[in-house]
């Protein structure tokens, strides 16, 4: 966001006066908006979710990146499988969707919002991503989104509908998919698709790559094949923990019940805290590094997942 303001912090004022030159003003308002959820996924954890994907069992199919931005995904794809797969990942920046496309010529690049990007159902073998965070922001799309889900979950809602049964979706999402107390969105979603596990990362995980401290769950589901029971893990409810803040006070904070069981105590990548807000009330509760290499984490809760 430093780019669209004109200050003196770190020399910034010569590269936001050089870009307002170098893009139309349609290309600029697009690229400033895109600067409060358009982030870079640490590599550390992009490797390891194609690892998590391999012993899942997908080998090659259709794969859509519903968020792509400049291709991080694509580009850390291991060579087999990009090249026994067709990939199709979606932007809505028109700058970036041009940047990815360049680099990734055998991909089907769609500069669209994931609300007006029209596949047909059952298309895809796989959706992976980082998906964009809002709370506030709710898609309009009459057909997978009636029931106004906010910005990171209408991605799962509308993904697990264009992926067939079998496919795979792994993605990295806001943790309040998981925590949150209203269960509809997480109902919705287990209608058609099998929870199999979840990786919850510390809130410093993209803080290099992203500059953004947030605390994020790596989710995987796959869609409900016909005929095939499959014992999902609990995650459906929440349950309430108590957790010492800052002066030692216990608070209750709800956690999905998941991460109550033996394989979610594992993939939780650190230490649960309550982080504070801006006024010192308790606000809710964060995974704090417990100083474990995150390639090396990541790689090891994988471990806890179907094979």
Known sequence: PQAFNYHDQEGW???????SELLTEEEYDAARASTTNAHYTAPAVVSGMWDAVRRLGFKSGRVNEPAVGSGNFFGLMPNDMMQASKLTG??????TARIAKQLYQRANI???????????ANFFDLHISNVPFSEADHPVDKKYNKERLNLHDYYFRKSIEL???GGLIV???????????NTKARALFAEKADFLGAIRLPQDAF??????????????????IPGVAFDSQPWLNTVEISLPDTDGEQVAMPINEYFRTDAGREN?????IVRRGRYGEANESAL???????GKAIHEAIGNLPE
């Open 288 to 294: 704090a590094s417990d100083g474990r290499d995150l």
């Open 90 to 95: 979606i932007e809505l920046d028109g700058l």
């Open 171 to 181: 993605f990295i999402t806001s943790k309040g998919t998981m925590d949150k107390l």
């Open 163 to 165: 992926t067939r049964p």
């Open 207 to 224: 803080k290099e790559n992203a500059n953004t401290t947030v605390t994020t769950d790596i989710i995987f589901l796959r869609r409900k």
């Open 268 to 272: 939780m990548l650190g230490n649960l």
């Open 13 to 19: 004022r010569e590269r936001t006066k050089q870009l």
């Open 110 to 120: 769609v500069n669209k919002g994931y609300q007006d990007a029209v596949f047909p």
